[in-house]
């Protein structure tokens, strides 16, 4: 995923859907070391 897009999803007043692999996830935060979003499946934040 493109970090600047998970950026604004993260800021994003409103939440917006965001699927991996059909499966429902919530990002977590954005790890800056590795450039890499921290995702949990829904319901389980």
């Known amino acids: 995923m493109d970090l600047q897009r998970v950026k604004e999803i993260?800021?994003?007043e409103s939440e917006i859907p965001v699927h991996y692999h059909?499966?429902?996830i919530w990002i977590e935060s954005i790890d800056?070391?590795?450039s890499m979003a921290v995702i949990s499946p829904r319901g389980t934040h």
């Open 22 to 24: 059909v499966v429902p």
């Open 32 to 34: 800056l070391t590795s």
């Open 10 to 12: 993260l800021a994003a």
